[in-house]
């Protein structure tokens, strides 16, 4: 299960999605996310879907990929979607002992689930067609201004670069501890929620003492290829605003003002 | 050019190098603490392929760091092509110098993607972005690993993480690379590929240092080094080192295979090398 998790893994691509400019999809997607919460009745949500599905045609990213980072949140969503649900008071439709459906409980959950749906898929997609490196350094660039207040902008965008390239080291490093662990008799299936957070123990313990490890084994392979921090560095490929951004940028102008519109519907 | 034998050819000088950890006590002072190198002078001409070998905890890895600077010396020096490694006016034109790979394929690659990692060194040095791809296309073609330039790191064998290692100590264009056990997670293929690729890298004129604990990769060095406890046990070549069984004893090392089956055979203590005594089987 922890495989299937596609945020952060990059789909090699030559399409017009990858070839924009990081910044440019960053802060579509940061606009996309923002109007899913402005979107208020069917026909927005229509128009985001719409959106949505337009950019992944045009990306050629299969959506086999793109669904398999559903898979995993699939818990957190059917979650929501129950609490929204038996939660919300209005017209009744169903009613059984303390359990009672709204009308207005089926609306909220039915787009609140949608909602969730969209926002995965949609940061899957800056994800999954922009190349790690293009990503933080695009996320650089967007906090460079705040640097001047102080924000540490290229130590953040190195932190994440580092944590994008050692999750799946981690995670492997899970199930290598989870399998020898299992191998000597451990069991993490059954119990109530405190023995089974006790049985957690002798596998965050290992986590921990192989992530320093990482850590420590990382700053000096940094340090003997010359890293002294942001200032003075240069980049292979330096990311530049092209003809396509701009045809982007028209294009999230138009759909935010669907989006406005989609209210008034 | 009458000025000949005033040249320099050592690149590294290491003069009564002493490193000497330092550890807290319980009163949270800093106090001495194990002292992994003690009295080590040793030179590596430029070009050069020296193997350093001794028992774990002997020093190796220590004596590594000391080569570009990762560790500066408590007591001595080492010098690296005239730059001296404690000055820190100087540490970049050193670091520049001796490129290092390490033991784990997992742990020292930065970028997610291949070539990106690759160009890791150089963003650093500053270089100019066209340079820096071709550098990298070169650096991933020495290696074998063009193809996949594009690949996630972690899609990669070790074997293969370990030449992309090397393929980012290559594109910073070092005089020298310091290999500190690059074969010791890798499966046999894996082990023969980086090897390969060393004596390739030899050949085209970069000085390598291989430490390793698998003697038959030491006995294709020119020199081998051998620690012990922290001291400078001795210093041959390999025919020298491996004629020499109570020296390998003494070093609590083992015997290349090879030599082993030779002596096990019967065979001339004339034969030194793998290849001489697959050459005086096959023509018996
Ligand atoms: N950072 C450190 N702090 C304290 N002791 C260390 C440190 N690094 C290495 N040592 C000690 O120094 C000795 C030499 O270590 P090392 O150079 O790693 O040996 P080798 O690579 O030959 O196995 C060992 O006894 C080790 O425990
Ligand atoms: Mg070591």
Redesign the interface.
């Known amino acids: 299960m922890i495989r299937d998790i596609t945020l952060g893994q990059y789909y090699p691509g030559g399409s017009a999605v990858h070839r924009l400019d990081a910044r440019t999809k960053i802060i579509a997607t940061l606009l996309y996310i923002i109007e899913l919460f402005v979107v208020n009745n069917f026909y927005g949500f229509l128009i985001a879907a719409a959106a949505l599905f337009a950019v992944i045609a045009v990306s050629k990213v299969p959506l086999k990929f793109i669904f398999r980072g559903l898979t995993a949140v699939f818990l957190i969503i059917a979650f929501t979607f129950l609490l929204n649900l038996f939660m919300v008071d209005g017209r009744v439709l169903w009613h059984w002992k303390f359990l009672t459906i709204t009308y207005e409980g089926l609306m909220r959950a039915f787009f609140m689930a949608v909602r969730l749906v969209l926002l995965i898929i949609g940061s899957s997609i800056l994800t999954l067609t922009t190349k790690p490196i293009e990503l933080t350094d695009g996320l650089e660039k967007l906090l460079k201004p705040f640097s001047k207040i102080g924000l540490p902008s290229h130590e953040i965008a190195l932190m994440m670069t580092i944590a994008l390239r050692f999750i799946p080291t981690l995670m492997e490093e899970t199930d290598k501890i989870i399998k020898a662990q299992q191998a000597r008799g451990a069991d993490f299936e059954s119990g109530n929620i405190i023995q089974r957070g006790k049985n957690l123990i002798p596998i965050l313990v290992p986590l921990f003492v192989s992530s320093f490890r990482i850590a420590q084994d990382l700053a000096l392979a940094m340090e003997a290829r010359c890293y002294r921090g942001g200032s003075g560095r240069t980049r292979m490929n330096e990311i530049h605003f092209r003809r396509g951004d701009a045809v982007a940028a028209v294009l999230m102008v138009l759909f935010l003002a669907g989006i406005i519109a989609s209210r008034f519907i | 050019m009458g000025l000949c034998y005033t040249q320099n050819v050592n690149f590294i000088e290491v003069r009564d190098l002493k490193i000497e950890f330092t550890k807290i006590d319980e009163n949270g002072a800093e106090v001495p603490g194990k002292v992994a190198l003690n009295g080590v002078s040793l030179d590596i001409e430029k070009g050069s392929f020296v193997a350093v070998v001794g028992m774990n905890g002997s020093g190796k890895s220590t004596l590594a760091?000391c080569f570009?600077g990762?560790l500066i010396p408590t007591a001595g020096s080492v010098k690296v092509d005239g730059f001296d490694t404690a000055d820190d006016s100087t540490i970049?034109e050193v670091?520049?110098r001796v490129?290092?790979v390490?033991q784990?394929p997992?742990?020292?690659?930065?970028?997610?993607?291949v070539?990106?990692d690759v160009?890791?060194?150089?963003?650093?040095?500053?270089?100019?972005?066209a340079e820096?791809?071709r550098r990298?296309d070169d650096a991933l073609k020495r290696v074998g690993m063009y193809e996949k330039k594009?690949r996630?790191?972690?899609m990669l064998s070790g074997g293969q993480k370990q030449r992309v290692?090397i393929a980012?100590?290559i594109a910073?264009r070092p005089d020298c690379i310091v290999f500190d056990e690059p074969t010791a997670m890798l499966d046999p293929k894996g082990r023969e590929g980086v090897m390969s690729i060393i004596k390739d890298l030899n050949a085209g004129g970069i000085t390598c240092i291989l430490i390793t604990h698998f003697m038959n990769e030491a006995e294709q060095a020119d020199r081998v080094i051998v620690l012990k406890k922290g001291k400078l046990l001795c210093d041959r070549t390999p025919a020298e080192l491996f004629s020499d069984r109570e020296m390998i004893e003494r070093a609590g090392l083992e015997m290349p295979p090879a030599i082993d089956i030779r002596d096990k055979a019967g065979l001339p203590e004339s034969l030194t090398t793998a290849d001489e005594i697959a050459e005086y089987i096959a023509a018996v």
């Open positions: 760091k570009n990762l970049w670091r520049s490129g290092m390490f784990n997992d742990n020292q690659l930065v970028s997610s993607i070539e990106d160009a890791f060194g150089p963003e650093n040095l500053g270089v100019d972005p820096i791809r990298v594009d996630g790191a972690h290692a980012g100590a910073m």
